[in-house]
């Protein structure tokens, strides 16, 4: 059964380092986003793409985060520099019928970052 | 803009009792409605959508939820609750046109108690 891989699992960072997260989606999915989900609140997106185009991230901190996906595969998203406030769960999905709405998203084990 | 309001973060039911999980939808233009179950440490995996065909959807584990426009709600429901379903569930929307930007509530974490 196809799935969407992320890594690492879990990471623990010092404030001020960088640190990255790396989604592979499911194959021929054209649509791949990045949420943060803090530890009792509900997923929040950080950066949608559409194949190799961002199309959403209108609520991605863009002063120290960004994110690539620069064949329409793979997708990484940076934090640099981390800050406490950044320690949650990032979560990355993906859909084949990201123009239609109606797709459901299919969500990798997601990556646990934790900030000191 | 679109959003979901889900009452009660947590929710109790007793083993075979009723599980009744509820969810409201504001949106401009006629919504695409999501449940999504999320299990500790794991991502979210879909347990059933509405997408403007029959108002009553039927999901994954017994669980349905019936689309009310008039109310606009969107409520989960799952005649008798089995330890297994307690997890931590999320409603979502998304609106046609466009590229599908998802829009997750907060989240109702269901504890089935024995």
């Known amino acids: 059964e196809a799935e969407v891989a992320q890594s690492p699992r879990y990471k623990i960072t010092e404030k001020s380092q960088a640190v990255a997260f790396w989604c592979d989606p499911i194959s021929g999915h054209a649509t791949l986003y990045w949420y943060r989900q803090i530890l009792g609140q509900g997923p929040e997106l950080l950066v949608q793409?559409?194949?190799?185009?961002?199309?959403?991230d209108s609520q991605l901190p863009k002063d120290r985060f960004s994110a690539e996906r620069l064949k329409g595969v793979d997708s990484t998203l940076k934090i640099q520099p981390a800050e406490l406030g950044d320690s949650a769960m990032y979560l990355c999905a993906s859909s084949s019928l990201g123009q239609t709405g109606t797709g459901e998203l299919f969500f990798g084990e997601g990556s646990r970052l934790t900030v000191l | 803009a679109q959003s979901v309001t889900q009452l009660g973060s947590h929710v109790s039911v007793s083993e075979g009792a009723l599980v009744l999980l509820r969810c409201n939808y504001s949106?401009?233009?006629?919504?695409?409605l999501f449940w999504y179950v999320q299990y500790p440490n794991q991502g979210l995996q879909l347990l059933l959508k509405?997408?403007?065909?029959?108002?009553l959807v039927k999901g994954i584990n017994g669980f349905e939820a019936e689309f009310k426009k008039s109310e606009t709600s969107f409520h989960l429901t799952k005649p008798s609750a089995h330890m297994s379903d307690a997890a931590e569930y999320f409603c979502?929307?998304?609106?046609?046109?466009?590229?599908?930007?998802?829009?997750f509530g907060t989240g109702t974490k269901l504890q089935v108690i024995p």
């Open positions: 949106s401009s233009v006629p919504p695409y």
């Open positions: 509405y997408t403007s065909a029959a108002t």
């Open positions: 979502a929307v998304s609106e046609a046109g466009g590229y599908q930007k998802v829009t």
């Open positions: 793409f559409q194949d190799e185009s961002v199309v959403d």
